[in-house]
Each structure stands twice: as C-alpha cells, then as structure tokens.
C-alpha cells in the first residue's frame, strides 16, 4: 500500500515539474519579460522579453533582490504583491512606473540607452508557481510594458479636457474645476472669483487676417493671460473668443487688480502677421462668490459684467453686482 502510495505522490510530483518545464519553456520565448521571485524578492530566474523594442535584457538580476535593483517605492509595491500572491494563492496585479536606467543592476550599456531615460509603466502580474525548485516559496512576476496603452489613455483623456487650439481647458473641464473650486470655498469659507475675457472685435481679426491668423492671435492671447496667473489659477475657453479664469482664494479686489493687469497687457502683444497699428484689445467681467452661490450663478453675473464693459467702450474691465 506504501509503495502504491509513494509511486502515485512521485507521479504527481513528475508532472508538476514536467508541467512547470513546460511552462518555463513556454515563457522564454513570450515577448514580456517574466520573473521568478521568492517571498524575500530575490531574483531567483529572468524569462522572456523577447520583444527587445520594449524590454532590457535583464539575466543580470538573478541572485539579487528587489531592494537591490529597484527604486525603493517600487521595490516595496513589487514585495508587498509578491508576499500577498504567496498568501492568498491568488494572483495580484499592480500598476507601477520605472524608468529602465533606474534599474541599478542592469548593465551601463543597457541604462544609458536613450529608449530606457523616460519613465515606462508597467503592469506586474504575481502568480504563485508551486513546486518550484527553490527553498522557499516563489511566484511568477510577469511584467507587462502598457506605456502605448498609457499614452493613448492620456492622449484621450487631454483631449476631453482641453482645447485642442490654445492647449487650456476646455468648456467641460472649465465646468468641472468650478465646481469643484466652489464646492472647497463654501466648505472652507474662503473667497473666489471669476473673470469672463472677451476678444474685441475678433470677428475683424478673422475677417482681415484669415482665420489662421486669428487662430494665432487666439493662442497668443491665451499665453498673454497665462503669463500674468498664479499657479493656482484655472484658464480656460469657453467659446470662439471667449475665456474664464477661475481665481481661487482671491476676492473681489485681487480679481480687479489682475483683471486690470490683463487688459493693460494685451494690446501690447505683438502677433505676427498683423498690421503694428491693429492691437487686441479684452473685454473683462469680474465677480466675486456669494454666500450659497453656485457656478451658473456667478459665471451669469460675470457675465452681466462684461457685456457691461463692452457698452462702456471695451477694452476695459467691470466689475459685476453683488
């Protein structure tokens, strides 16, 4: 019976390790690099990576650690799954980003590639692999470049936010950010503004110049404004001509002051392409948060404020009622 026992336990302990050569062949020949790392993140073997456009050879980790190789937040994330696949016996995944030249134990010639400089994410997927040939226990690292699908997500993610010609905010972002802004100065009790910018007579800028030229007076106007604004300032374009800025912690006479130093500024802007003597010029309408007062509200007293400039002559600033 004892020996019926042992030869089935031997069997089944033969095709574990046959099926464990198998599936190390296998990952050599994948093009994303894989790991075997134990419970104390030691390198125990560097598979795959065939794909060389997107990994570095990285045979010479094996023998080290994760703490000796890697940056130490990522080394930590990296550990923190590796211990938690070896304790749940499920697999972990976990996002990170690494530059290949932080990689301290890969070759110099390999760190000071110029492909490796630039940050890369990676996605890390921890597999324990039973009856692994090692004292302690391991998991499978397989580490995943998603920089193209990183990008792409970042691409598309700017691109429903921001204006595609001037690089600011768009509309929606604009919306948003209010909100936000608003909702922290009514909890917080502190002061907000908002300036509504209009460009005078840009229909005749377009008309005049082109409207390629007018797509450049736009952009110079946007740099114009984003010189003047503090960091914590949000600009962005609403409409063909028409900007917000959204000033936070500043109140009815910080918004005057930087109003005013913006339509000061502009006509001094020289864009190229337009007639020395043809200056823009900006319409401003300023208003300051009321108690309990939301976006839609204060964006239309702003606006009451400047359509009340543009009466009085443009090219100046208004300030809207309370």
């Known amino acids: 019976m004892d020996d019926i026992q042992d030869s089935t336990q031997a069997a089944t302990i033969a095709a574990l390790q046959t099926e464990r050569d198998q599936l190390l062949t296998l990952l050599k ?15 125990v073997k560097v598979l795959g990576g065939a794909n060389e456009a997107m990994y570095a050879n990285g045979k010479s980790l094996e023998g080290h650690t994760l703490s000796n190789a890697l940056p130490p937040a990522v080394a930590e994330t990296c550990l923190t799954h590796v211990r938690k696949a070896l304790h749940t016996g499920e697999m972990q995944t976990v996002e990170y980003q690494l530059r290949v030249a932080d990689v301290s134990l890969l070759p110099s010639v390999i760190r000071d590639c110029d492909q490796y400089q630039t940050e890369q994410w990676f996605e890390g997927r921890a597999l324990p692999l039973p009856s692994y040939n090692h004292p302690k226990p391991v998991v499978l690292w ?3 470049n998603v920089t193209p699908r990183k990008q792409l997500e970042r691409y598309w993610r700017e691109a429903a936010y921001s204006d595609p010609l001037t690089g600011i905010a768009n509309r929606r972002a604009v919306f948003e950010q209010a909100e936000h802004e608003i909702d922290r100065a009514h909890r917080h009790h502190r002061p907000l503004s908002l300036l ?9 800028i377009n008309t005049q110049y082109g409207h390629a030229q007018g797509d450049e007076a736009l952009r110079q106007f946007t740099q114009g404004c984003v010189d003047l604004l503090r960091d914590t300032d949000f600009m962005g374009r609403i409409g063909g001509e028409e900007f917000v800025v959204l000033l936070p912690e500043t109140d009815q006479v910080g918004a005057q002051h930087l109003g005013a130093r913006v339509v000061e500024a502009i006509p001094t802007l020289d864009v190229p392409g337009m007639n020395h003597g043809h200056r823009m010029t900006v319409s401003i309408g300023a208003a300051t948060l009321l108690e309990h007062e939301g976006f839609e509200e204060l964006l239309r007293r702003a606006d009451d ?12 600033l208004r300030l809207g009622e309370r």
Request: without cysteine; negative net charge; aromatic residues 8%.
């Open 305 to 316: 404020a400047l359509s009340s400039a543009k009466r009085s002559g443009r090219n100046r």
């Open 142 to 144: 397989v580490a995943i």
């Open 196 to 204: 509504v910018l209009d460009i005078d007579h840009f229909k005749t």
């Open 29 to 43: 020949a994948l093009p994303d690099i894989s790991f075997v790392l134990d419970e104390d993140g030691l390198y």
